[in-house]
């Protein structure tokens, strides 16, 4: 399969102020500049990353699977947010600080080398990203004086963090080992003089970009990158925004919410035991990664590889599911659930939309297959501990021959509840242990055979609902609202992908969905999606405290 030029190379120059402390801080200076590039700077950069053009992408097929399950930007120009309508762009994003945050005590020896799980061995080294936003809800929370004690606290509090979470403070050592070096977390401290509420009035996509971290997208580079990457960055109002990386090599997204969760009530003063997050790295000795991996550890990446290719430009468009729609939904569809109700719905709009678009181009429907991950912490015999950090989740897939607009919602619906149901603990058990590996390998070919017809539809749906994350809070209130980071990139693989969170209240689902221009088109208009849902252009900005 030709694989598309642009892609070969996956980012050109990066730019970096020069270190001026021996504990990493870079000087002030540097900006996020209008048109989102990482960084750029009036004065000279280290003279070995100047103009440094990256190395090939060690695994084209780990950074597809990554596009996947995460959201790790790309330097891509061809997706727009709500097009037609007007986006609140940021202005300049100053950088403030750069520094390296460390655990507040040092690993203890016995515990210095991290061995990833087998579930960890087939992800690829991306990152899993999300800006959080949190309003000024005090009058005085512009001061300077109050500004600069949320500043340190935050690290403090992140430095305390990273001692119970040890192996992200640490770096990769190939692909199958942390080096628990205590190296710390990247951390960036920038401002910007726009007004929280003024931006977050109908948001721009690529302006969410600069309130996060710069990520190389040089498999060398990258292996010697923080696993954890984080951007504080303070408005002029007094509102705060945290835009964070967590490595997906050993983070998915429940794993993430723990983390920042953590981070949060540490930086809160919770001293209750209820409060008290204490993560389990028990995923590896269930799981136990294969030492001599075959060229299969790559098979989601030949999976995807496998994918004809989705040329054309994508938009990507949120849409909010209240409670009230949510419940009408579940009886209409008999839905075991929100979400398994949720997307056999947009499963089935997107359907129509893609039919609808290949019978106006005088070709026949294509066959559709859903791909989504499985969060399998309760699915296991027994279940995983509270708060395991690992990507513990395990793929599933259902497809449809796509050839019929008459089927009901019920049918599709069915489809989706009998692929989630299907991993189980009978399922989950017999890739435990050393023969794990080989019996996962089986079961990916089985999905890449599927997934390996001429003209086959994908979606792939991920979902973060029931994680906790709108319940973060650092003592100022929880996040009014948090965006997936670059949810419509120009994914070369998926021409449609749908991101599924909770909505604020937590009895809603937004759901960002992705898709090619023409095919918005159809699916925006969609009755039967309009029944339940409506298109959001501005996220919800109330500002009570919980």
Known sequence: MRRPSSLIYLCSTMRWKKVVSPVRTYSSGLVRNSNGDPFSSTTSPWKKYENHEFSRISSYQHYAYARFFSSAPLPSSSTTNNENESTNRLGTVEIISVENIKPASPTPHHLRTYEVSMLDQFIG??????????????????????????RQLLKQTLSETLTRFYPLAGKLDGE???DCNDDGAYYVEAKVNDRLSDFLQNPDNKSIHKLLPFVPNSMELLLKTSLVMIQ??????GGISIGLHTSHK????????????AWANAARGSSSEDDMIRPSFIAPSIFPPNPNPTQDSTLLGQILDAYPQNAGKVVTRR??????????LKEKAAAPSRVVGVSGLIWKCIMAASRARTSAEGGEPNPSILIF?????AR???HFPPYSIGNNLMLTFTRFKNDDDAVGLNSIVELVKNATSKVNSEFTEKFKGEEGYHKMVENYKEVKQLCSGKNVEQVSMTSLCNSGIYDIDFGWGKPTWISVADAGADIPFFKSMVYLMDTKSKDGIEAWVTLLEQDMALFERNAELLAFASLSHS????TQVD
């Open 176 to 178: 199958l080992r942390i």
């Open 539 to 542: 996220p919800p900005l109330q």
């Open 373 to 377: 991950p499985v969060n399998i912490r």
């Open 319 to 328: 849409f909010i599911f209240p409670a009230s729609s949510l419940k009408t």
């Open 125 to 150: 080294n991306m990152y899993l990203s999300f800006v959080y936003f949190f309003p000024n809800k005090d009058e005085n929370g512009s001061n300077l004086d109050l500004i600069s004690k949320k």
């Open 250 to 261: 050993i983070i998915d997204g429940y794993s993430h919410v723990t983390f920042f969760n």
């Open 232 to 237: 504080t960055t303070i408005f002029g109002c």
């Open 380 to 382: 296991t015999s027994p």
